[in-house]
């Protein structure tokens, strides 16, 4: 554990000095193509950088915030794309908007109110409670007491709430050190009465707010000559789950250190494709749309059922899970510890 926080420290000692490569320099090029070259060795650091680590919740953070959101704001950055442009005031505030999953609605704090809203206290408090439960089961033998299906079930909750959890204090963290209003990351994702309303505005808010811009609006652009805009839109939603597919694989293969295997690729293309089918219904109309309680049901159900068949198969091939739960478990056991440390000190 001691040479896994200090190979963490390297990490992020790395992507600072990284960033501020970016702040300094690259920042006083021109936008477009040599500003691009200039950031080069930057997306080969960030893409480098969670190989030296190997605890799962390192790696897989790790890599999120560098490998994906870093270098993907990065590109927009090259040609003077938001978030990062027009240039944040100092150095601290570019690190944390490139290398963190936030976002400042300070320039349009009414727009998208709905999406935007903080989370109740009263609903944080219950998802901490439920994780706290899990973590109990955990502690308690949870291999002979529930079947697979059951333990799937409770440990994809598991992992949606510690994800919106840890994002939950890495933006009130940050919120409070850059003094500014950040936007959600996520939006009660088991509401979502559709498809495009799950992957569009209620789950992981920052990442569609990346390959938005990065990704969908390009291929759009350059496939709408050929294809007709209303084909060209669909060609950029699927170019979207592609990219997101394939950054999946790419934290797959840094927390397992085995070839992909192309499950999570097609579990994105799949969810892509019937995205798709739902939005050109919706256009025509062919359909009268369903009543939110049975669309929602429909979406969680397509969500949790796919996730099972093709994303979470390689976490359990490879025991992804027990070293998942066995660091949870390791960080209640250290907190206890410091706990009782501190009362024998009183």
């Known amino acids: 554990m001691e040479e896994e926080l200090r190979n963490l420290i390297k990490v992020w000692i790395s992507a600072l000095i990284s960033i501020s490569y970016c702040y300094y320099i ?17 997306f080969i650091t960030f893409l480098l950088l969670p190989l030296l680590l190997s605890s799962v919740h390192f790696c897989a953070i790790s890599a999120f915030f560098l490998t994906w959101l870093a270098n993907f704001k990065l590109l927009l950055f090259s ?39 903080p989370i109740s206290k009263w609903v944080l408090a219950i998802k901490l409670l439920i994780f706290s439960f899990i ?54 994702p088991y509401l979502a009465t559709s498809l495009q309303d799950f992957w569009s505005r209620r789950w992981n ?33 699927l170019a979207t789950f592609l990219v997101s597919g394939l950054t999946h694989e790419l934290i797959y293969y840094y927390i397992i250190r085995e070839s992909p295997t ?11 494709v019937v995205t798709s089918a739902e939005i050109a219904i919706k256009r025509t109309r062919w359909l009268p749309r369903p009543h939110r309680a049975v669309s929602g049901l429909a979406v969680a159900a397509f969500v949790l059922v796919t996730a099972g068949w093709l994303f979470y198969p390689q976490v359990l091939r490879n025991d992804v899970h027990k070293r998942v739960i066995n660091e949870c478990l390791l960080v209640i056991d250290v907190v206890k510890h410091m706990l009782s440390i501190f009362k024998c000190n009183v």
């Open 262 to 272: 192309w499950e999570v690729t097609c579990f994105f293309l799949l969810h892509g």
């Open 26 to 42: 690259s920042s006083k090029l021109p936008k477009g193509f040599i500003r691009l070259l200039s950031l080069l060795p930057i």
């Open 205 to 237: 808010l920052m990442v569609p707010a990346v390959l938005r811009p990065a990704v969908h609006i390009p291929v759009q652009r350059v496939t709408a000559p050929l294809l007709g805009v209303q084909w060209a839109f669909y060609a950029g939603m």
């Open 135 to 188: 973590l109990h089961v955990y502690s308690n033998n949870y291999d002979s007491d529930l079947s697979q299906f059951a333990f799937l079930a409770l440990f994809i909750i598991h992992v949606y709430l510690e994800a919106e959890l840890i994002l939950v204090f890495v933006r009130a963290l940050l919120s409070t050190l850059l003094g500014c209003d950040l936007e959600p990351v996520f939006n009660e």
């Open 79 to 117: 040609f003077d794309q938001e978030p990062l442009s027009p240039l944040p005031s100092n150095l601290s505030r570019f690190f944390c908007f490139s290398c963190f999953p936030i976002k400042s609605n300070i320039r349009n704090p009414s727009s998208n109110r709905i999406y935007n809203k």
